[in-house]
C-alpha cells in the first residue's frame, strides 16, 4: 500500500476546494505519486481525472493527457485554467496560433497538463518536445479504446503504445469505467511497458442497509432504530454540538453506552471518548461529522441521522463507516423540510461565487432527492456514483415500506396551483387551495375563484405537503424567497406542468397493518 502525502489532501482543498477524496482517489493518487504503472477502473463521473490532474499540480512537473473527444478536453483545458492550473490542448480542430502557443508553454516548462488526441501522439515532433519538456507522465482517459474487446475501439489509440515506447522513460496511467475481464487484460499488453497496478472500484456496498425516514419524532424514531441494536457499536451523526449533547444525554438514560463528540468538547474528553468507542464494544458515538476522521472500527454496526447530512457524499461517507468488516449494518437516515431549508440556508450564507454557490445547491439536491426517491435507495444512490445496480432488497422501498405511485396528475395540479397563485406561496396555503378551504388567507388573495380551487379534495392537508416536499426535492419546485417559504417552478416543473415529463411520488411510509394487508391482497 502506497502512502498519500498529507499535501495532496491539502491541495485537492485549496486548488480544487473538495474536502474529501471521493471513494477510491486517494489509493490511486497515492500510486500514481509513486511512479507505478496504473490502470484504474471506476465509475463514470466518480472522478478519475483527479487521479492524474492533482499528481500534475503537485509535481510541477508536465502530464501528457490523451483523450478521445475534442471537446472534452476543451473543456477540461477550461476548468483547469480556471483553477488558476496551466494547460493546453493539441488537436487538429485548433487553429495554428493555439497549437504554437501549446508547444510554446510546454518547451518553456510552464505547462502542467497538455491534452492530446491519440493521433497527434506520433505527429510533428512532438515525441521530441516532449521528451526535451521532461514529461512525466502519460494519463489514458477512456483506455477501453485501445482494445477491440471494448466497445468503443477506436485504431488510433493503438498510436498510443508506440508514443510511449518512443517516449521511453515514462510513467503510464490508464483510466476506464469498462470494468471487463477481458478488456483489462487487453488494455494492460497494448498500453503497459511492465503490467499495471490494477485498481478496480465500485460504490456499492452492499452489506449496509439504507433507510430513510421523515422526522417526526426525532428521539421516538432514533429510540425505536437503537431498541433492536443494544450492545452494539454505532454513530448517531447529529448537525449541531447542542443536538449531541442532548440525544447522547437522552440515550445515556435509556441505559445505553452513549457519548457524545464534538469539537467543541476539550480535547481530553474527545480522545477518552473517541478511544472507548473504538476499544470497547457496544458504544454509541453521538456525534458531529467532527467525527469519524481516522476512525477505523470494522465492526461499527449501525449509523444513524438525526439529521439530514449536507450532501450525498458526506452520506456516503459517513454512512461508510459501518459494517467495514463486510458483516450486515443497518442504517437509518432522518430528514425534514427544515433539514432542507437549514442546508440550503447554510449554502446562502458561504461566502462563495455564484456558480459555487449553484453547484453546491444542486449536490444538496441531489440528496433531497436520495431521501425522496420512490426507487431502491442503493440504486439511486448508485446512480449518483454513475454506477448501474440492481434492486438491492433490502433498503426500505425495496421492502415496501413505502408506497409509491405515479404523480403525474396530482403534480400538474399542485403545479397549476403554485403557477396560478402567482409563485410566491408556501406549501400550506397551496395546500388550502387545492383542498377548496376557503381560508382568511384564501379568500383575501381571492384564491377561491382561480381555476384550480378544490381540485384536490383526494388529498389531505398533510399529503399535499409532503408532496409539495416531494417536487421541491425533485427539483420541480425552488424557493421562490429566502424568507416566506414559498415556491416557484423551474424548468423541471414546467416540463411536468406540460406533460413533456413524468414523476413518480410517493405517499406516506405504510404502517405495519397497511403493509400486511397490502402484501395479504
Ligand atoms: P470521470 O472522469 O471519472 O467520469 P470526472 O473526473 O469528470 O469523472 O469527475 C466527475 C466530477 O466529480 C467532476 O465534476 C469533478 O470535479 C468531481 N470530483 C472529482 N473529485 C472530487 C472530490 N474529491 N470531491 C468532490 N467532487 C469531486
Ligand atoms: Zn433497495
Known amino acids: 500500500m502506497s502512502i498519500l502525502p498529507p499535501q495532496a489532501r491539502a491541495l485537492l482543498k485549496s486548488v480544487f476546494g473538495y474536502d474529501d477524496f471521493r471513494p477510491g482517489q486517494a489509493e490511486i493518487i497515492a500510486a500514481v505519486l509513486e511512479g507505478a504503472p496504473v490502470l484504474a477502473v471506476m465509475p463514470t463521473g466518480s472522478g478519475k481525472s483527479m487521479c492524474y490532474q492533482l499528481p500534475a499540480i503537485m509535481e510541477g512537473a508536465l502530464t501528457v493527457v490523451v483523450s478521445p473527444l475534442i471537446a472534452l478536453m476543451r473543456d477540461q483545458v477550461r476548468q483547469m485554467r480556471a483553477l488558476g492550473v496551466s494547460a493546453a490542448t493539441l488537436n487538429s480542430m485548433n487553429g495554428a496560433d493555439e497549437n504554437d502557443e501549446a508547444r510554446r508553454a510546454m518547451r518553456e516548462g510552464a505547462l502542467r497538463l497538455l491534452y492530446v488526441s491519440p493521433e497527434r501522439l506520433m505527429m510533428d515532433g512532438l515525441i521530441a518536445d516532449l521528451r526535451r519538456a521532461r514529461a512525466r507522465r502519460l494519463a489514458i482517459d477512456e483506455a477501453h479504446c ?255 415500506k413505502v408506497a409509491v405511485f405515479d404523480g403525474v396528475i396530482p403534480t400538474q395540479k399542485a403545479l397549476s396551483a403554485v403557477h396560478r397563485t402567482g409563485q410566491r406561496f408556501g406549501a400550506g396555503h397551496i395546500a388550502d387551495v387545492l383542498r377548496g378551504e376557503a381560508t382568511d388567507a384564501v379568500r383575501r388573495h381571492g384564491h377561491d375563484a382561480i381555476k384550480t380551487f378544490g381540485v384536490g379534495k383526494e388529498f389531505s392537508k398533510s399529503q399535499w405537503s409532503s408532496i409539495m416536499r416531494q417536487l421541491y426535492a425533485a427539483g420541480a419546485l425552488r424557493s421562490a424567497s429566502a424568507e416566506h417559504g414559498g415556491f416557484a417552478l423551474t424548468a423541471k416543473g414546467e416540463k411536468i406542468l406540460f406533460g413533456r415529463e413524468t414523476i413518480m411520488l410517493r405517499g406516506e411510509p405504510l404502517t405495519r397493518r397497511e403493509r400486511r394487508e397490502k402484501t395479504a391482497t
Open 146 to 400: 485501445v482494445s477491440e474487446w471494448g466497445h468503443d475501439f477506436r485504431p488510433e489509440y493503438r498510436e498510443i503504445g508506440r508514443a510511449s515506447e518512443a517516449l521511453g522513460d515514462i510513467q503510464v496511467i490508464g483510466l476506464t469505467a469498462t470494468a471487463d475481464a477481458a478488456t483489462r487484460a487487453d488494455i494492460a499488453t497494448r498500453l503497459f511497458p511492465s503490467p499495471p497496478q490494477l485498481f478496480l472500484h465500485s460504490f456499492d456496498r452492499p452489506n449496509i442497509a439504507l433507510n430513510f425516514a421523515l422526522k417526526d419524532q426525532q428521539r421516538r424514531q432514533l429510540a425505536r432504530f437503537l431498541e433492536r441494536r443494544k450492545g452494539e457499536s454505532g454513530i448517531i451523526y447529529c448537525s449541531s454540538r447542542q443536538r449531541t449533547e442532548d440525544l447522547a444525554a437522552y440515550f445515556a438514560e435509556q441505559g445505553y453506552d452513549a457519548l457524545p463528540y464534538h469539537a467543541g468538547l476539550d480535547q481530553e474528553t474527545r480522545n477518552r471518548n473517541q478511544d472507548r468507542f473504538l476499544r470497547e464494544d457496544g458504544i454509541v458515538a453521538v456525534a458531529t461529522i467532527a467525527f469519524g476522521m481516522g476512525v477505523n472500527k470494522p465492526d461499527v454496526r449501525f449509523v444513524a441521522h438525526a439529521d439530514m447530512p449536507s450532501s450525498v457524499e458526506s452520506y456516503y461517507q459517513e454512512i461508510g463507516r459501518a459494517g467495514r468488516d463486510g458483516l450486515p449494518a443497518d442504517t437509518l437516515t432522518l430528514y425534514s423540510l427544515d433539514d432542507m431549508a437549514f442546508r440550503r440556508r447554510r449554502i446562502d450564507e458561504k461566502d462563495v461565487s455564484e456558480e459555487r454557490r449553484r453547484i453546491e445547491h444542486d449536490r444538496f439536491s441531489a440528496l433531497a432527492m436520495l431521501c425522496e426517491t420512490p426507487r431502491c435507495r442503493r440504486q439511486t444512490l448508485l446512480a449518483y456514483f454513475a454506477e448501474e445496480a440492481a434492486p438491492c432488497g433490502c433498503c426500505d422501498v425495496c421492502q415496501g
